[in-house]
């Protein structure tokens, strides 16, 4: 299965349901909190083309976005595929 991270903070509604959906699947994941860690922020915002709101996930070198856009990935199948490695 093909690694996944998810950059996240706390009390964030959005993270909270696209975690909900890697564990509905039984996704074993990385969760990085951004929370109070600027740097850690900075890193996300440059690794995901400037990007600043969470979640951001990857999928193995596949940058997903958001949670909305794990759920386009979840309803078109592709989330399986890339899951799949």
Do not use: H
Not at 40 to 47: D, I, Q
Not at 69 to 80: A, I, K, M, P
């Amino acid at each position: 299965m093909a690694k996944v991270v998810i950059y996240s903070s706390n009390y964030c509604p959005f993270c909270m349901r696209a975690k909900r959906l890697l564990d509905s699947k039984q996704v074993e994941y990385k969760e990085i909190n951004v929370d109070g860690l600027p740097a850690v922020r900075a890193e996300m915002t440059r690794l995901a083309g400037g990007r600043t709101s969470v979640p951001q996930i990857w999928v193995g070198n596949t940058y997903i976005g958001g949670c909305d856009e794990l759920f386009v990935c979840e309803r078109s199948g592709q989330l399986n595929s890339l899951l799949a490695g």
